[in-house]
């Protein structure tokens, strides 16, 4: 497991809750106009249909009740930055749970609005320091929000992906969290200082063995927009399809990052 940075960056949990419930509401609103067609188109994610995205996309908000359920954790065994990299170890179980909950939830509306109703309650009822064992370990809730923002941003994208024409709007600090997380996770995997990653306006991180650049220009400068970035970190795009396209914008000896991609799965 790689390590974390020593001096983590932290998030607002106000502003975290505010982006997930923002972001559900913009995924709800979508999914309410969908037709049954839509709905059984597939998607880019194993086979799963938009019905079972969308059904996935509860499942990881509901991550946090199943983790309330348990019992409190005695201490904190994990940080927020590793958790990108936990992500697939139980890809067939989520896979079977998704694809259940997709059968036991014809009527998706109702299905996300109890979800987005037991998450308020949660919020309101639980300190952002309530200790929940996760799939990375012991975390706060607080932080484990950060990560539901990161689904739902990455899953937004997923569902926009699916649907011709679809346009399901991302929360501006939502996708500013997801775009840090990940940003973070790569100077995690691939501790440097010789390549600065730029995804404006969200993040800026240094990474990749070599010679640290101290000032003015960097020698190795990756630069990209953050659902690039997005995608890039979550294997939905390829590295070389990137600058192929010049989606990705990348110079010096030092600057092709294929072989640390992607983070998480």
């Known amino acids: 497991m790689p390590t974390a940075r020593k001096r983590p960056r932290t998030y607002d949990p106000v502003r975290t809750r505010t982006a997930v419930l923002g972001q559900l509401a913009h995924v709800r609103e979508a999914v309410r106009g969908l037709t049954p067609e839509q709905l059984a188109l597939p998607t880019r994610l194993g086979g799963w249909t938009v019905r079972e995205l969308v059904a996935h996309i509860g499942m990881a908000l509901t991550a946090i009740e199943r983790s309330l ?20 170890s139980n890809a067939t179980a989520i896979d079977e749970f998704t694809r259940r909950l997709a059968e036991q939830h014809p009527d998706l509306d109702t299905y996300l609005a109890g979800i987005e109703r037991n998450l308020v309650e949660q919020l309101d009822t639980h300190p952002g320091t309530r200790l929940l064992q996760t799939n990375a370990g012991v ?3 607080a932080d484990y929000l950060v990560t539901r923002a990161v689904e739902l941003v990455v899953h937004t994208d997923d569902l926009n992906a699916a649907v011709p024409g679809l346009e399901v709007p991302y929360e501006r600090q939502a996708l500013a969290a997801a775009t840090r997380l990940l940003a973070d996770a790569l100077a995690v995997k691939a501790p440097g200082g010789s390549t600065e990653v730029r995804i404006p306006p969200y993040a800026v991180v240094q990474c990749v063995e070599g010679p640290r650049h101290t000032r003015g220009t960097p020698p190795n400068v990756v630069e990209t927009d953050p659902l690039t970035w ?20 990348a110079s010096g000896e030092r600057a092709d990052l294929e072989g640390v991609l992607p983070l998480m799965a």
């Open 69 to 88: 359920d348990l019992p409190e954790p005695e201490k904190q065994d994990a940080v927020l930055v590793e958790w990108p990299f936990a992500t697939s």
């Open 139 to 141: 975390l706060p809730l």
């Open 230 to 249: 997005i995608r890039l970190a979550t294997g939905r795009l390829a590295w070389a399809d990137a600058v192929a396209r010049a989606e990705v914008s």
